[in-house]
């Protein structure tokens, strides 16, 4: 599918920075250090006209020490080759861009300040001007539709109320206090990568300021909820959305208590924007997650997404719409089998946007709203991250497996894209990447599955080439048709391995009992898919040397890796566990997210103990024998270090080579760039030691 001219990259590339050395000759392989030191695009965002598109760009410098992003602009009323422009001076590190009403002015995050603060900058250019001066961090931001009120989030401590000076004292007390030991009486007493402070994320409202002076003073919006908005640790300003009479906000909610570890109970709460009324709750009939808000444009109609399952993060979310005058909801397409991501209204309110995870892709649907009937717009051959409409233009970025995000530009139809920024191997000319194709098998239960094959950089008919096996974690996730910067297919393509991914029984993107398919099933009907899919990829591609193969995963994946270590080790010559589950009855107790294993063992490790025992790669440590490599971090709260530490000495007490890579300062991924490379070079020299140099002679 040809998306762009020649010639517009042409131009965009003399133009637009690249991070690597375009005049390098020699071709290779895609390495980790490439892909560090990719540019990355990200945050589309278009004017009310739909005529000017603004988006972020992170660079990193040449040493891979450092990164900001900036803020480009581009005029899409002209179909010259102009480039984009940078909008943002340089020094500054941005995110979340929005327009003004009136398209003339873009709003964005900086802690230029010393703190996260609401910046603005004419489109025109010139230098920002601070918008709010609050002694907290600027968590997230909405405008009101008539652009007079601004929605914030900031996380306080309960009785301080709207006296955002209160929290930040606390907290400087905090700080300067004697003591380090701390008292808790609940759960959670740590998430995801950060232990409790005693403060939650909350919504406020303030009024815009006039030009030339700054935002000092909020109303308080939920103070009386005990939850986070946004939901932490992932959540964001979809989490909320103003009427269009900006008189009132609707927020997704989970009501904290002792209760909160274990209760995917969302709510949609109903604020007041003046902060007088006591919030009301509009989904309190369903027990389970409801989640994205929306108004319709005459304020009369709720759009939002719900699950219907409580305990179960991975349930479907259904499009839904709410009377609200009412209260009555409907389903809107019921018999569609897709889990909606974010919606996006049609000026006339007749149609949602939406991306859903497809058969290895996520691609772009329209949903008529009246009928429920579904079609496809966009990223057919892809995956989209991100998209907005204005006027009769969309935009949206989009990765597949040979480049990280791409923006383009189409009509609201999906028709005539035009590229506006460059693609990984643009920016990359002297890299080859690997080739890749999708396959399918008969797996568990006789069903279809499937599963992609990434050939090496350097592939030649006839030649046979090691093998990376990745297993992805989730368990509810795939290894499809996208990028990543952590688990990157290319990157042992690159050093000339091929490379096999299986989308198991309990992946999502291929209708939700087959998602279901895992719950309580973590070691057998996964394991029968891998194993059927590593031998019809051995049958179908005859350049896989299945005598020189490693098998890789993460999270759930690492399980996948520790599960095969005592129950199917025989295929490989070395295996690597990230921040895997390796005695799985003691995760059910040190984990913060309580409902996911319980959901996917049948109960709580005392209700039922067999459950989590079943499939505890701890119970067969006397089968291990492969050589491991195992990697776990500090700061990683969902499957916590103990795991990792325990996986390593039951290895060395064994006496089975390993070696155990440990970051003090990473969660449950690896984020810095520097320890990035670290993984990737202790990983790539565990395959070369056990399966080879992977270039073809």
């Known amino acids: 599918m040809k998306l762009h001219a020649p010639a517009f990259f042409l131009s965009l590339l003399m133009v637009l920075p690249m991070s690597v050395d375009a005049a390098t000759p020699a071709v290779h392989g895609f390495t980790v250090r490439d892909m560090v030191a990719l540019d990355r695009y990200s945050s589309p965002a278009l004017s009310p006209d739909g005529g000017t598109l603004v988006f972020a760009k992170r660079s990193i410098n040449a040493e891979l020490t450092k990164a900001s992003t900036a803020l480009f602009v581009r005029n899409l009323r002209t179909r010259d080759l102009a480039p984009p422009k940078q909008l943002t001076p340089d020094g500054w590190n941005v995110n979340s861009p929005t327009f003004s009403s009136d398209g003339k002015t873009v709003y964005f995050l900086s802690a230029k300040s010393g703190t996260q603060q609401l910046y603005a900058i004419a489109l025109a250019g010139g230098e920002p001007a601070q918008v709010t001066d609050f002694p907290l961090d600027v968590g997230t931001y909405r405008f009101s539709p008539d652009g007079r009120k601004l929605a914030?989030?900031?996380?306080?401590?309960?009785?301080?109320?709207?006296?955002?000076?209160?929290?930040?004292?606390?907290?400087?007390?905090?700080?300067?206090?004697?003591?380090?030991?701390?008292?808790?009486?609940?759960?959670?007493?740590?998430?995801?990568?950060?232990?409790?402070?005693?403060?939650?994320?909350?919504?406020?409202?303030?009024?815009?300021?006039?030009?030339?002076?700054?935002?000092?003073?909020?109303?308080?919006?939920?103070?009386?909820?005990?939850?986070?908005?946004?939901?932490?640790?992932?959540?964001?300003?979809?989490?909320?959305?103003?009427?269009?009479?900006?008189?009132?906000?609707?927020?997704?909610?989970?009501?904290?208590?002792?209760?909160?570890?274990?209760?995917?109970?969302?709510?949609?709460?109903?604020?007041?924007?003046?902060?007088?009324?006591?919030?009301?709750?509009?989904?309190?009939?369903?027990?389970?997650?409801?989640?994205?808000?929306?108004?319709?444009?005459?304020?009369?109609?709720?759009?939002?997404?719900?699950?219907?399952?409580?305990?179960?993060?991975?349930?479907?979310?259904?499009?839904?719409?709410?009377?609200?005058?009412?209260?009555?909801?409907?389903?809107i397409a019921p018999e569609w089998d897709a889990s909606a991501n974010a919606i996006v209204l049609s000026p006339d309110d007749s149609t949602i946007y939406t991306t859903v995870q497809s058969v290895g892709q996520v691609p772009l649907f329209a949903v008529d709203v009246a009928s429920g009937k579904v079609g496809t717009i966009a990223g057919e051959q892809g995956s989209i991250t991100s998209f907005a409409i204005a006027g009769d233009t969309l935009v949206y970025s989009i990765n597949s497996l040979k480049s990280g995000d791409q923006i383009f530009t189409s009509?609201?139809?999906?028709?005539?894209?035009?590229?506006?920024?460059?693609?990984?191997?643009?920016?990359?000319?002297?890299?080859?990447?690997?080739?890749?194709?999708?396959?399918?098998?008969?797996?568990?239960?006789?069903?279809?599955?499937?599963?992609?094959?990434?050939?090496?950089?350097?592939?030649?008919?006839?030649?046979?080439?090691?093998?990376?096996?990745?297993?992805?974690?989730?368990?509810?996730?795939?290894?499809?048709?996208?990028?990543s910067y952590r688990w990157n297919p290319q990157t042992y393509a690159g050093q000339g391995y091929a490379v096999v991914m299986i989308d198991f029984h309990g992946s999502t993107g291929y209708?939700?009992?087959?998602?279901?398919?895992?719950?309580?099933?973590?070691?057998?009907?996964?394991?029968?898919?891998?194993?059927?899919?590593?031998?019809?990829?051995?049958?179908?591609?005859?350049?896989?040397?299945?005598?020189?193969?490693?098998?890789?995963?993460?999270?759930?994946?690492?399980?996948?890796?520790?599960?095969?270590?005592?129950?199917?080790?025989?295929?490989?010559?070395c295996l690597v566990t990230h921040d895997g589950v390796f005695e799985n009855h003691d995760m059910g107790f040190a984990t913060e997210e309580l409902w996911f294993g319980e959901w996917e063992n049948g109960g709580t490790p005392w209700e039922n103990p067999d459950g989590y025992q079943k499939f505890n790669p701890a119970n067969f440590v006397g089968n291990f024998k492969v050589p491991q490599l195992v990697i776990h971090s500090e700061q990683d709260f969902r499957i916590p270090v103990s795991q990792g530490i325990g996986l390593f000495t039951a290895l060395q007490r064994r006496g089975i080579e390993s070696k155990f890579l440990y970051f003090p300062d990473e969660n449950h991924w690896v984020l810095k760039p520097q320890n990035s490379l670290l993984w990737h070079d202790t990983v790539n020299d565990w395959l070369r030691e056990h399966i080879g140099e992977g270039s073809a002679k």
């Not at 939700?512 to 029968?528: C, K, M, N, V, Y």
Request: proline share 5%; glycine share 10%.
């Open 511 to 573: 209708g939700q009992a087959f998602t279901d398919a895992i719950s309580q099933h973590w070691g057998d009907r996964p394991l029968e898919d891998l194993q059927k899919g590593w031998a019809a990829a051995l049958q179908k591609y005859d350049f896989l040397d299945g005598d020189k193969a490693c098998a890789l995963g993460a999270s759930y994946g690492g399980f996948m890796v520790n599960w095969i270590a005592g129950n199917w080790n025989q295929p490989w010559k």
């Open 152 to 331: 914030l989030s900031f996380d306080t401590f309960a009785g301080c109320k709207a006296d955002l000076a209160c929290t930040k004292k606390k907290l400087d007390e905090a700080a300067a206090s004697k003591t380090t030991g701390k008292v808790f009486d609940r759960v959670f007493i740590r998430h995801w990568d950060t232990w409790s402070n005693g403060t939650q994320s909350r919504l406020f409202v303030a009024d815009v300021p006039a030009t030339g002076t700054k935002a000092t003073s909020v109303v308080s919006l939920t103070d009386a909820l005990d939850g986070d908005v946004p939901n932490k640790p992932f959540g964001d300003e979809n989490d909320y959305a103003w009427a269009p009479d900006g008189k009132s906000l609707v927020a997704s909610i989970r009501i904290a208590g002792k209760s909160e570890p274990w209760s995917t109970n969302f709510d949609l709460y109903l604020l007041d924007a003046a902060g007088k009324a006591a919030p009301k709750n509009l989904t309190a009939a369903n027990k389970a997650w409801d989640a994205g808000p929306v108004f319709a444009h005459d304020g009369k109609t709720l759009f939002y997404r719900a699950m219907k399952r409580p305990g179960f993060e991975a349930d479907r979310f259904g499009l839904m719409a709410m009377d609200l005058a009412t209260g009555a909801t409907r389903e």
């Open 411 to 483: 009509r609201i139809d999906g028709k005539s894209p035009r590229a506006i920024t460059p693609s990984a191997g643009e920016m990359l000319p002297q890299v080859k990447f690997g080739d890749y194709e999708q396959f399918t098998f008969k797996g568990w239960n006789d069903d279809t599955v499937h599963g992609y094959i990434v050939k090496p950089w350097n592939y030649v008919k006839g030649r046979k080439y090691p093998v990376a096996f990745l297993i992805h974690g989730g368990p509810q996730g795939s290894f499809g048709n996208d990028w």
